[in-house]
């Protein structure tokens, strides 16, 4: 670069043919040491010493994607991203009314003045907030109507699938390690049944298990109205779960494997396949119960899950066994792609002198009736995918469990995996013989035991026994009993 005199002292860099008016750069921009005819500079120019002025007006060039990055980058680029003018401005392009009346000139000028005025004295961010705020109000328009249809037999909203895809709803796990460094996986497949959703995470590449603290499972959700962003604009995030993984071995429960993979279950919902050979991760399952599904995936935050209002109990001083009739059961047993069984049970009901050791007991499939005796098609596994390999595991699988109480409301609900295991319980017969397996599942509030017959002549299970636990203290809480 050279620098060469013109008249009335003005100075004009030239650098490559071309030449530039030294007067328009910044102070900070000098002639420092003429030596050499070459312009040196004093100090450093950055983008964040131009005045706000102009900042704002490169920032208004911006689309809303870049302009919400851009506050990331430091405190000033904050300040001028939450720019009041250039949020109205965007919120009336999108929003407002685009017809406007006529008006004379100079009061059109006038009003033009006051509203920039009103502008200026909101407080910093507000119409960005706003713009945010009608975005979301957007997106949700119209998911109420498809969450009203309530399907007769499980007492879940028929249409959820479709009022996921109406949100843009995914999921995603991430990865926290001992030292705060996170990986972040974007979900790789989602199934749908009539209960649930099963959602896969496969990559070629995963950090090493023993250096994992957490597992978190977020629901994730356009943050801007989707017509008006990219696919990779900005998101929310919404926590489903939370699962510690310091000491995977005591916190997780065995399910199954084959000779690749072998599967550790963290309740609630989630599948852990590791590999055999040197117990690394290969692939992350999820099971999630449809009851309040969409509220989890976005009404909750990037630290809090969301937290549902409380129960009101309807009370009757009339009915002595309230509380302890009309039930009705569905359950599930599938792997995400199909389905092995699916049953509905009405009318179920316990006695108060089946209450033992602080349980309730409830009947659903009786060993001694072989009319309620339910099939199970085909050979239950599960199936498993990574990047490059696939597998199945024999004798486990997803159970739905949703439960209605007398007012057909969820009163109980479960998704989680399962495994079959060799029943021994002593002095039971049945009409037929054939190898006794048995899946159960508990949690705080109750319990699920089922018995299966595998009939070799037939080639398939069935289903001779199935009985539920609540404890007495959740039936008392939900219907306000003393029992």
């Known amino acids: 670069m050279g620098v060469e005199a013109r008249g009335g002292g003005r100075l004009e860099a030239t650098s490559f043919g071309q030449k530039w008016n030294t007067s328009m750069l910044p102070r900070s921009f000098q002639l420092a040491g003429a030596k050499g005819g070459k312009l040196r ?3 450093l120019i950055s983008i964040e010493s131009l005045p706000w002025e102009i900042l704002q007006q490169i920032f208004y060039y911006l689309d809303i994607s870049s302009l919400l990055c851009a506050g990331c980058v430091s405190k000033s680029f904050y300040q001028v991203s939450n720019d009041n003018l250039i949020w109205h401005q965007i919120y009336c392009k999108y ?13 059109d000028t006038a009003t033009e003045k006051l509203s920039k005025i009103s502008i200026l004295d909101s407080p910093a961010g507000f119409w960005k907030k706003e713009y945010i705020r009608k975005c979301a109000g957007l997106g949700t328009r119209g998911v109420g109507q498809l969450l009203k249809p309530i399907n007769r037999y499980t007492g879940l909203p028929s249409k959820l699938k479709e009022a996921v895809k109406t949100l843009g709803i995914t999921w995603m796990v991430v990865l ?49 109205h989707p017509s008006k962003t990219a696919t990779n604009g900005p998101r929310r995030r919404s926590l489903l779960a939370e699962y510690n993984l310091t000491n995977l071995e005591e916190s997780s429960t065995y ?9 550790q279950c963290l309740y609630p919902g989630m599948l852990l396949g590791c590999w055999q050979e040197d117990g690394e991760l290969a692939v992350i399952v999820a099971n999630l119960h449809f009851h309040q599904l969409i509220e989890k995936s976005t009404l909750g935050s990037i630290t809090c899950q969301y937290s549902p209002p409380p129960h009101e109990p309807v009370l009757d001083d009339i009915d002595p066994e309230y509380g302890l009739h009309g039930y009705h059961c569905h359950i599930t047993l599938h792997n995400g792609k199909s389905s092995y069984m699916s049953g509905s049970f009405h009318n179920l009901f316990c006695r108060k002198e089946s209450i033992q050791n602080g349980f309730l007991r409830m009947t659903v499939i009786s060993s001694k009736k072989e009319s309620q005796h339910s099939t199970i098609s085909g050979n239950i596994s599960f ?17 739905d469990v949703t439960i209605l109480d007398e007012a057909e409301k969820p009163f109980w609900w479960v ?69």
């Open 255 to 263: 399910i199954g494997g084959d000779k690749l993979v072998k599967l």
């Open 176 to 224: 926290r390690e001992r030292n705060g460094k996170e990986h972040v996986k974007e979900q790789s497949k989602a199934y749908f049944s009539d209960t649930s959703a099963t959602l896969c995470w496969n990559s070629a590449v995963w950090p090493p298990l023993s250096s994992l603290k957490v597992l978190c499972v977020y629901g994730v959700t356009p943050l801007l």
């Open 383 to 399: 199936p498993w995918n990574t990047e490059f390999l696939k597998g199945n595991i024999q004798h486990c699988c997803l159970m």
């Open 415 to 483: 998704s989680s995996p399962v495994a079959m295991h060799p029943d021994c319980t002593p002095g039971v017969r049945y009409s037929y013989l054939g190898k006794r397996q048995a899946v159960d599942y508990k949690d705080g509030e109750g319990k699920v035991h089922m018995e299966l017959m595998w009939l070799e002549e037939e080639n398939q299970y069935y289903i001779v026994n199935l009985v539920l636990f609540f404890t007495v203290k959740k039936i008392n809480a939900w219907f306000s009993t003393n029992y």
């Open 95 to 107: 929003f407002a009314c685009k017809r406007k009346a006529w008006k004379p000139k100079t009061v």
């Open 41 to 43: 500079s004093a100090s």
